[in-house]
């Protein structure tokens, strides 16, 4: 099937605006994850879902950052207020955390990211 | 290998050649390994995967081979190729916990 998909795939915006960036998960994955990665470093978690609930949103660098998931599948990141240290690619993840004969067990599968661009 | 740091490592290596890419994880429990490999301008894919009650595992071109004692992981690839260069990140999972991933290491591979 589709992988995850993000949308759009490059934002400019202008100091002060709101963006709003798109998640569509792997359908039938239970658990979605925001990251961001700047410019030639890792993987900084944002937030993670289960479902509709988000169990961890201590990544989340400032309360100008928030994220929904809607009926268990597509997710919003918005980000209020953009600020020049916004710019970075913003990745998402899905997963579905499965039983195996001896644990849990979760491989995360990613979008190609959305490209945020602060003016 | 893996580091905290503005820049990434970096491993340069001739078209051909072996590269070994190194990860030493934080969490002497975790249980569950996976190297992903992030192409310039794409999200993160999958290579391979490792249980904590394995030592070694091999997939095409590719073997990840876990040292529990020193907690340490690696990614060797084999004759490496141009299509090769990318960065390469390890994560480790706890228990029932999420994937957390090390800073990466960037794959350079001259023809």
């Known amino acids: 099937g589709a992988g995850v998909s993000q949308s759009p795939s490059n934002k400019v915006t202008e100091k002060g605006k709101d963006v709003e960036l798109r998640c569509d998960p792997i359908s039938g994955h239970t658990a979605l994850y925001w990251y961001r990665q700047s410019l030639g470093q890792g993987l900084e978690f944002l937030i993670y879902?289960?479902?509709?609930?988000?169990?961890?949103k201590s990544g989340l660098p400032s309360d100008r950052f928030s994220a929904e998931r809607t009926g268990g599948s597509v997710s919003t990141l918005t980000i209020q207020r953009t600020q020049q240290e916004d710019s970075a690619v913003y990745l998402c993840a899905s997963s579905l955390l499965h039983r195996t004969e001896w644990r849990f067990q979760e491989t995360q599968y990613f979008g190609p990211g959305t490209r945020l661009l602060v003016l | 290998g893996e580091s905290v740091g503005l820049h990434l490592p970096t491993l340069s290596v001739q078209e051909g050649d072996n590269s070994i890419i190194n990860c030493a994880y934080s969490n002497s429990a975790s249980d569950y390994f996976i190297w992903y490999k992030q192409e310039s301008g794409k999200g993160p894919q999958f290579i391979i995967d490792?249980?904590?009650?394995?030592d070694k595992r091999q997939g095409q071109r590719v073997t990840v081979l876990l040292n529990k004692t020193v907690k340490h992981l690696s990614l060797q690839i084999a004759a490496t190729q141009p299509g090769d260069s990318a960065v390469y990140f390890c994560?480790?999972?706890?228990?029932?916990?999420?994937?957390?991933f090390g800073k990466g290491t960037m794959l350079l591979v001259s023809p």
């Open positions: 994560a480790e999972q706890t228990g029932y916990s999420t994937l957390t």
């Open positions: 879902f289960q479902g509709n609930s988000a169990p961890d």
């Open positions: 490792i249980r904590s009650n394995m």
